[in-house]
């Protein structure tokens, strides 16, 4: 079993660029794939970047993703950051093949 | 268009019996292992467990939280799967997502559905 730590909260102006960590406490971070997750209040959350570094279709390429093994840790990129780009960001990767999330991040866009 | 919707929430009392339901359309189902996470009022996401696909034996895995309690299913005639909740407690108190995963090559991003709220209380 292992752990995903994030910040709790991050905050940035608009048009900067932010990066969100996801620390995997044992185990290697390349031996399964990481997901990361946007969720604005009341709603369920939406894939921006799976399998490390893929971006679904329809998510802006301002949002990246990458992973680094010397750290053990996976990160988020959001660049030109936007108003609408506050929410709840959640890493994700698997164990036994069943989801494991972090804590999550709370950005503020201000 | 990929729709996957959760059903069956609702207030329970502690100790009682639920099934959740993920019933997806837009894609074939058969190829998608299914997980369930929750997220309880205020917390962050928890997985729950996962049912692989019939071809690899539709083995399931459980968090320790829920085995022993919690059971998943699936029916690929019908594009559904199922969360069987057991003797279930006030921690059991969450929104319940399904999300599937492309189990075939090229790889695809999950899908999520909307979720569906359990309460359990007396």
């Known amino acids: 079993n292992f752990l995903l730590t994030q910040p709790r909260s991050v905050s940035e102006s608009p048009g900067k660029t932010v990066t969100i960590s996801c620390t995997r406490s044992?185990?290697?971070?390349?031996?399964?794939?990481v997901q990361w997750y946007q969720q604005r209040p009341g709603s369920s959350p939406t894939t921006l970047i799976y399998?490390?570094?893929?971006?679904p279709s329809g998510v802006p390429d301002r949002f990246s993703g990458s992973i680094d093994s010397s750290s053990n840790s996976a990160s988020l990129t959001i660049s030109g950051l936007k108003t609408e780009d506050e929410a709840d960001y959640y890493c994700q990767s698997y164990d036994s093949n069943i989801q494991v999330f972090g804590g999550g991040t709370k950005l503020t866009v201000l | 268009e990929v729709r996957l919707v959760e059903s069956g929430g609702e207030l329970v009392q502690p100790g009682r019996s639920l099934r959740l339901a993920c019933t997806a359309s837009g894609l074939t189902f058969a190829d998608y292992a299914v997980n369930w996470a929750r997220q309880a009022p205020g917390k962050g996401l928890e997985g729950v467990g996962v049912?692989?696909?019939?071809?690899?034996?539709?083995?399931?895995e459980y968090a320790a939280s829920v085995k022993g309690r919690f059971s998943i299913s699936r029916d690929d005639s019908r594009s559904v799967a199922y969360l069987q909740l057991n003797s279930l407690t006030t921690e059991d108190t969450a929104v319940y997502f399904c999300?599937?995963?492309?189990?075939?090559?090229?790889?695809?991003?999950?899908?999520w559905g909307q979720g569906t709220l359990v309460t359990v209380s007396s």
């Open positions: 399998a490390d570094n893929e971006r």
């Open positions: 999300s599937l995963l492309y189990q075939l090559l090229p790889r695809k991003p999950p899908a």
């Open positions: 044992s185990g290697s971070i390349a031996n399964n794939y």
């Open positions: 049912i692989g696909t019939n071809p690899l034996g539709a083995t399931t």
